[in-house]
Structure formats: structure tokens, C-alpha cells
């Protein structure tokens, strides 16, 4: 276990318990879970959470932003959840998604397996190719030999890796995705191959985008001429094929023989069909979307750049850029370089340039206290802590950093800035942009556009933002000397035996962390306001409610322990959020005694959320003041 353990017991409670865990991954800064039922989990909860800086549902996952230290969380969760890398941790049945869901979990899914490796290796290839560039030594020696090997080998069998991903992804066994992929770099049948031994039979769709050579036949069938070494979207057809064939033979074949048959059957039915049709249609699919997306870039490289850069921040706050990945990668191995997507690299500077501004404008000492860090890491490419925890709730930073992208990916596509390679994020990303020949002239644009973004995102930053109120300090000061302190009592919510909120039984109540307060164990089952104010939260399965009093204090009233799980069952509301009541309404209204009898304990704690924005906050046990806010 390591030291992220509490926050891993935690995170895992409120996403519905491990029982509830379907599946996990994780990404550069976000645990993404694929829930059984999302209505259990804890939303609420978790964002208030130390150590999480938000959640997000988007693709079909239920997303928990962790930041730079995600690896070790996502350890310590995998042991506490008591599941596998990428690994199933219950057999239920899948839910339904839409079709862009599905597709944005299954990218996902396959490719974040290995987005570490590459980026190492593509940072790798990029640095050789600076080193040679600067004369440190020529193209000829061992070390570059052994480090290109290092920054291409994973792309020239990219196949085996994508096999062996995206078999997992599709309940295939993993090793015979890895044989599929193995198989599809195969030398003897790459279309390179077979035109160099063979004689060319004729030519298919001839005067097309889709004209193809065929030097040789499958009893036949003609098998088009096509390279598959580095190639992303064949070998992951050919694996969702591979799967169904798999799963129709376990069934057909006898227990006696499944061992050795259903692999063999398996290959024999999907390795022809994948190099005869479904290698072909995929490789002919990736030519329509590239050509429709450079139709669209032809039109104006300037308007395609403005575009990515001024979307890709919203994509990223979603997940959904993951869906681009294969266009990305697609564009590298099939050109050599990508000038589509990379207008998004203007996105990650413009955040931090902001943050930066942000920095050094703000006298909320906590917003400064998080800005510095957020800016370096933003610099070294990953953004989403500096958009969750600082731009998005000041919501203009997030605006502005959003129209400096899109100005910056303009740039970019009004130069043709390109990348080379896969690798690295951030500043580490610019060895990957020199030209292969060793010209420096796409870099020197590269270096361009990223001064050009952070200038203008930091002045827009310091002009246009302006903080609401001067922030108060981390801690209140106290009333000077003859000043007398304004309170504020907050009423008993539910009738019953009033206790401290130490004694519950949940270590996120009875340590604090959301908030000082009291805590009732009912004697009825109904729940009334405390005080006039606002619903802000009522939680789908109508176990808690947040409130917001007219004068601003934040309550969470959470109907015993664990009850989530009950998924609204023995619970009623009779309002919703928006609605604004007054002190004494009721609230809901809820079956103790089948409650208790499903097994669940009915200590209600009641928590004022924003504490810090208060003197103190009081509770007291003798029925006169619940709670008392003290200002």
C-alpha cells in the first residue's frame, strides 16, 4: 500500500464500493472508472475531497481528477478495489451508452494503456534528432542507431501493442490480440513485400484515392497490397472481429479440445478476412477521414488551427479529446508528421500563461498559493488541475485562455507547424518538432506560437480580470476589542437524539473533511429545512440534500450511513433543487424502520460546507442551538 492509501479507501466508498466498480483506467490526471450504477456514487463527496480536484461523466466513465500524482492513487486504489490493470473487477451487464459514448470509451480504453511508453519512446526519437542536429554526433554511429531503435520500435509494431489493448478492451484473450498484431507486421505480407517478389496482377479502383495494387491471391480472393507496420485503426477491427469469432467457437467447441481449437479457429477465420477486407476497409476509412479533414485545412490552415486551439480545452474538460488520438497518431505514422490536431499545443501554454497572470494579480493568498504550482505544471503539459481548480471557477480566466488557444492554433495552421513524432507533453514536446532532415524551421515556429499564445493570454489575463472582492485570508481575523461577533443558528433538521458529529461512524464526516456540524440519530423519518434558503442538491437517490440559507451558509444533511446504496428506495422528496424553502418545510421524507432492516445505520450528520468562510462554527447537544455559525 502506499501512501495514498485513505484517499484510495475513500474515493473507492464513494464511488459505490468496489462491488460497484466495473472496470478502471487512468489517464495523465484522472482515475476513470466505469461504474455499475453511477447514481451510487457520492458526486459531492468525492469533489470536496482532499487530493481530488473534481468529477466529471463524460464517454461512459465516471472520471475522478486526481492530478500529476494519479499513478500512485490509481495503485492504491486497484489494491483496495482488488482489481487488475484495465481489468473487470465484476461480471454485471454493461450499461448502454450512446454511440459516441462508446466510442470515446473504447479509444480511450485502448490507448491509455500505453500513452506513457510512447511518449518516452517518441521523446527519445526527438532528442536523437536534436543531438544530431547540433552536431553532438552524426547519423551514422551506434548511439544513434540504439537510440532510434529506442524512439521507433514501439511504432514500427504498434499493431502488437494495439493488439494486445484493444483485445482486453474487447473481452479477446490478450495474448492472441498480441499474435493478430505480430501477425499483421509479419514481413513476408506487407504490401512493400509482396511488390518487390511478385508481379503486379492488376490494379483495383484505378485513377481513385483508393487505387491498390495486387501482386497475389487467397485461393482467388485478391489481397490488396497494403503496409500495416505503424498502422493504428486495422489491427483494432481485426481485434473486435477476432472477439466475436472467439466468443462464437468457445461456445461451439467442446471443453475437451477449447484449449488449442478456438485460438486456431479464431486465427484462421479472422487473419484472412483480416488482410482480404477488413484491414483494406479500415485502411480505406482512414483515407475518407483524412481526406475530409484536409479538404476542410485546405479551405484555410488558419481557420482549421483557430478552430482545434479555441475547442480543445472544452474537449479536454469533457475527456473527449481522447476521440482525436487515432487522427493524431494516424497522421504521424502514415505522413510522417501531424499538422491536424497540433494547433491544440497552443492550449497548454495559454493556461499557463494565465494562471501565471493570475499569480501575480490576486491577493487571495489560497488562489496564489495554487497558482504557482498549477503554471509549472501546465508548462510541463498537463493542464487539467490549473482548468479545474483555478480557471473554470473564476470561469473569465477559462474564457480567455480558450480565445488565446484559438489564436495561437490560427498561428499554427497559418504556418503548418507539424510534429514528427510521438513524445513527450509540454516544453518536452519541442525535440519532436525538429524537421528530420535536422531544419530548425518548424521549431522556430513552434517557439513562436507558444510566445505568441503566452503573451497575449497574459495580457488579456491582466486587463480583463478583475477579482469580484478582495479574498479574505486563509484564517478569519478576530473582531477587534468591544466588537461583538454575528451569529447565526441553524435548527434541528430531523427530530431525534442530538449527537457530535465525532461519533459517526464515517471518517469524512467525523474528521471534518466536510465541514464542522452535529449529527441526529432520528426518531422520525422526515427531514425539514433549518433555515430559509435555496435547495442546491438533492442527490438522485434522495439520501442527502444541500441547502444554501438566504444569508449564504452551506448545509449538507445526509440521511444515514451509506444509504446511497439503496438507490432511493424507501426515500421521498418533496422538492427540488432550485426550490426555495423556508425554515421548518419538509424536505424528505424516509421509512426508518425498512431501512434498519436492510442493514443501515440512520445517523444523520448535518455539515456546513463552507466553514472557512466563517469565525467558527459551533454545535451543542442540549437542543437549544444545533448549530451556531459564528461570523
Request: net charge negative.
Amino acid at each position: 500500500m502506499g501512501k495514498y492509501t485513505q484517499l484510495a479507501k475513500d474515493i473507492v466508498q464513494n464511488v459505490g464500493g468496489k462491488e460497484n466498480i466495473r472496470s478502471l483506467t487512468h489517464c495523465i490526471t484522472r482515475l476513470r472508472f466505469q461504474l455499475v450504477d453511477e447514481g451510487k456514487a457520492n458526486d459531492d463527496i468525492l469533489k470536496n475531497m482532499d487530493g481530488v480536484v473534481t468529477v466529471m461523466k463524460s464517454g461512459g466513465q465516471y472520471q475522478v481528477v486526481i492530478g500529476n500524482h494519479v499513478p500512485e492513487v490509481y495503485a492504491d486504489v486497484c489494491i483496495i478495489a482488488g482489481i487488475g490493470e484495465n481489468m473487470s473487477s465484476v461480471e454485471a451487464p454493461a450499461q448502454k451508452k450512446n454511440l459516441f459514448d462508446a466510442f470515446i470509451d473504447t479509444v480511450s480504453g485502448i490507448f491509455q494503456p500505453i500513452l506513457g511508453i510512447m511518449a518516452a519512446c517518441g521523446m527519445v526519437k526527438g532528442l536523437n534528432a536534436l543531438f544530431v542536429a547540433l552536431g553532438l554526433y552524426p547519423d551514422t554511429c551506434g548511439a544513434y542507431l540504439i537510440f532510434n531503435a529506442v524512439g521507433d520500435g514501439l511504432f514500427h509494431f504498434l499493431p502488437l501493442f494495439l493488439g494486445y489493448t484493444a483485445a482486453k478492451k474487447f473481452g479477446l484473450k490478450p495474448m492472441i490480440g498480441l499474435v493478430i498484431g505480430a501477425i499483421m507486421c509479419y514481413p513476408g505480407v506487407q504490401g512493400s513485400a509482396l511488390s518487390a517478389s511478385g508481379e503486379l496482377l492488376y490494379t483495383l479502383f484505378r485513377g481513385s484515392m483508393f487505387e491498390s495494387a495486387i501482386y497475389t491471391t487467397f485461393f482467388g480472393i485478391p489481397m490488396i497490397a497494403m503496409d500495416y507496420t505503424g498502422t493504428v485503426i486495422p489491427v483494432i477491427f481485426v481485434a473486435y472481429f477476432a472477439a466475436k469469432c472467439e466468443h462464437f467457437f468457445n461456445r461451439l467447441i467442446p471443453d475437451l479440445v477449447k484449449f488449442f481449437f478456438v485460438p486456431m479457429l479464431t486465427l484462421l477465420v479472422v487473419i484472412p478476412a483480416g488482410f482480404l477486407v477488413i484491414g483494406p476497409l479500415a485502411t480505406f476509412g482512414s483515407t475518407i477521414i483524412a481526406e475530409f479533414v484536409m479538404t476542410v485545412r485546405n479551405f484555410s490552415p488558419m481557420i482549421a488551427g483557430a478552430i482545434v486551439g479555441l475547442t480543445w480545452q472544452i474537449l479536454v474538460i469533457f475527456g473527449l479529446h481522447w476521440g482525436f488520438i487515432p487522427v493524431y497518431i494516424n497522421n504521424i505514422m502514415t505522413n510522417g508528421y501531424d499538422n491536424v490536431m497540433m494547433p491544440f499545443f497552443a492550449c497548454t501554454f495559454a493556461t499557463s500563461a494565465v494562471v501565471l497572470a493570475i499569480w501575480l494579480k490576486t491577493k487571495d493568498r489560497k488562489l496564489k498559493d495554487m497558482a504557482m504550482p498549477n503554471f509549472i505544471s501546465g508548462i510541463f503539459g498537463v493542464t487539467e488541475p490549473a482548468i479545474y481548480g483555478i480557471l473554470l471557477p473564476l470561469k473569465k480566466p477559462f474564457i480567455i485562455s480558450c480565445i488565446a488557444g484559438g489564436i495561437g492554433g490560427g498561428f499554427y495552421g497559418a504556418f503548418n507547424f507539424r510534429k514528427f513524432s510521438m513524445g513527450g507533453m509540454g516544453i518536452f514536446e519541442f525535440p519532436a518538432m525538429i524537421e528530420p532532415g535536422g531544419g530548425m524551421g518548424n521549431l522556430i515556429v513552434a517557439v513562436s506560437g507558444v510566445a505568441l499564445t503566452m503573451v497575449i493570454a497574459f495580457a488579456m489575463t491582466m486587463v480583463f480580470w478583475k477579482e469580484d472582492t478582495p479574498a479574505p485570508e486563509s484564517t478569519p481575523a478576530e473582531p477587534a476589542p468591544g466588537q461583538l461577533l454575528k451569529k447565526e443558528s441553524i435548527a434541528v433538521p430531523l427530530e431525534g437524539r442530538v449527537i457530535p458529529l465525532s461519533e459517526v461512524s464515517d471518517a469524512a464526516f467525523s474528521q471534518g473533511v466536510l465541514g464542522k456540524g452535529m449529527a441526529v440519530e432520528p426518531t422520525k423519518g422526515v427531514v425539514t429545512s433549518p433555515v430559509n434558503g435555496v435547495v442546491e442538491t438533492i442527490f438522485p437517490t434522495k439520501h442527502a440534500i444541500g441547502l444554501t440559507s438566504d444569508s449564504g451558509i452551506e448545509i449538507l444533511i445526509h440521511i444515514g450511513m451509506d444509504t446511497v446504496q439503496l438507490d432511493g428506495k424507501y426515500f421521498t422528496a418533496f422538492v427540488d433543487s432550485g426550490d426555495h424553502v423556508t425554515a421548518g418545510q419538509k424536505l424528505i421524507a424516509f421509512d426508518m424502520e425498512k431501512i434498519r432492516d436492510a442493514g443501515y445505520s440512520l445517523v444523520t450528520p448535518v455539515v456546513i460546507s463552507n466553514t472557512d468562510d466563517f469565525l467558527d462554527v459551533v454545535g451543542s447537544s442540549d437542543g437549544t442551538d444545533f448549530i451556531t455559525v459564528l461570523r
